[in-house]
T-cell receptor, first 111, second 111 residues
Framework: GEDVEQSLFLSVREGDSSVINCTYTDSSSTYLYWYKQEPGAGLQLLTYIFSNMDMKQDQRLTVLLNKKDKHLSLRIADTQTGDSAIYFCAERMEYGNKLVFGAGTILRVKS | EPEVTQTPSHQVTQMGQEVILRCVPISNHLYFYWYRQILGQKVEFLVSFYNNEISEKSEIFDDQFSVERPDGSNFTLKIRSTKLEDSAMYFC?????????FGPGTRLTVL
């Protein structure tokens, strides 16, 4: 079945790199996404990767995809206090358009 | 930059009452979705809508729920007889391609 798992909490110091990990079960996923949710706010799309890629870089964000292990990671370089939020991993199925989300990782950045 | 908007931001209702949650998707998008997030739980898919009909729905989306695109710009979710367990944040999303953009959410509280 469809399932996406993430670690619940990550704490880093300002200026360090953060790495948030995600595993998924459906090998037919076509796209994988990272969304950010700040307190009281909606889901902001951060970045996404197509399933035939293994890496995508976008400024401070690097997404790594290991399709064999069904493992996705998001690396945030030079983490800032404004990066404190909940980060959701999501996958899109091969058929249909729905997204399946993980439970979210709370990133806390200490100054 | 175009965005998905939702009203109201917070709705309080009595158990058994009907509620309508409203969304204005991004104007050139073709696919529309509702998701919900019960406090402390995962974001869950409810329904997708394309070409004026439901294209996919989850087990959660039972006969108490309905969606409508009444006028070409709004997209609504109706819950006919609310239950306590319907209390959640409801997110509307829209997409033109594989990338879904989410609204800020409506927090529904059922008393």
């Amino acid at each position: 079945g469809e399932d996406v798992e993430q670690s619940l909490f990550l704490s880093v110091r300002e200026g360090d790199s953060s790495v948030i990990n995600c595993t998924y079960t459906d090998s037919s996923s076509t796209y994988l996404y990272w969304y950010k949710q700040e307190p009281g706010a909606g889901l902001q799309l951060l970045t996404y990767i197509f399933s035939n890629m293994d890496m995508k870089q976008d400024q401070r964000l690097t997404v790594l995809l290991n399709k064999k292990d069904k493992h996705l990671s998001l690396r945030i370089a030079d983490t800032q206090t404004g990066d404190s939020a909940i980060y959701f991993c999501a996958e899109r199925m091969e058929y249909g358009n729905k997204l399946v989300f993980g439970a979210g990782t709370i990133l806390r950045v200490k100054s | 930059e175009p965005e998905v908007t939702q009203t109201p931001s917070h709705q309080v209702t009595q158990m058994g009452q009907e509620v309508i949650l409203r969304c204005v998707p991004i104007s050139n998008h073709l696919y529309f979705y509702w998701y919900r997030q019960i406090l402390g739980q995962k974001v869950e898919f409810l329904v997708s809508f394309y070409n004026n009909e439901i294209s996919e729905k989850s087990e959660i989306f039972d006969d108490q729920f309905s969606v409508e695109r009444p006028d070409g710009s709004n997209f609504t979710l109706k819950i006919r007889s609310t239950k306590l367990e319907d209390s959640a944040m409801y997110f509307c999303a829209s997409s033109r391609t594989a990338i879904s953009f989410f609204g800020p959410g409506t927090r529904l509280t059922v008393l």
